[in-house]
Structure formats: C-alpha cells, structure tokens
C-alpha cells in the first residue's frame, strides 16, 4: 500500500519522503523476521520494539505527506497500520513473559 501511494509522490522526493517512507515499511516485516531469527525472546522482543518504531515512522511521513498535499489520508491505510500496531502490541505481550529462549 504505501509503494503504490508513494509513486504519486512528486520526482524531487524519490530520495527523500518517497525513499524514506518505503524503506520504513519494509523495515517492520523485516525486522520481526530478523527478531524471530534470534537465539532469545528478549532480542525477538527489541526487534518487535523497532518494528513498532517504523510503523510510527510510516504513519508520520504519510501524514507529512498529506500535509505536502502530495497524497490525501487514506483510511486503508491508517486501518492497516493500526491494525499491524495491535499485533505488534500483542507479539510482544506475549515474548515479554517468556524464558530467555526461542
């Protein structure tokens, strides 16, 4: 969803809000993976922490963008990010209790 909004974005900000935006949106998959890749649920649990940082990230340059008139809010979205925040609340919830170990 966001590379699709993102290629409406105006030419001079393909390395700026355009770059940043993607590459905040790949970061959460991508970092639960290498969370779940750990050896512990603590580190599993400081990689869901940073995925929630990119999920904020993602929110605040599309607003920004929607503030640029570059793209107008899009409920999907802000639905689907919230619901990627729900899980990532209840992912690390549930490692929080957990041993040391995967």
Do not use: W
């Not at 940043?20 to 969370?35: D, H, L, M, T, Y």
């Amino acid at each position: 969803m966001v590379y699709r909004l993102t290629s409406r974005f105006p030419r001079e900000e393909i390395y700026g809000l355009t770059a940043q935006a993607r590459k905040s949106a790949v970061s959460i998959p991508s970092n639960i993976a290498e969370g779940a890749a750990r050896n512990t649920a603590r580190e599993f649990h400081h990689f869901l922490g940073v995925s929630a940082g990119s999920l904020a990230e993602v929110e605040t340059q599309l607003e920004l963008a929607a503030q640029l008139e570059y793209a107008k809010r899009d409920a999907a979205i802000a639905q689907q990010a919230q619901k990627v925040g729900k899980l990532l609340t209840g992912l690390r919830r549930s490692c929080a209790g957990r041993p040391n170990s995967i």
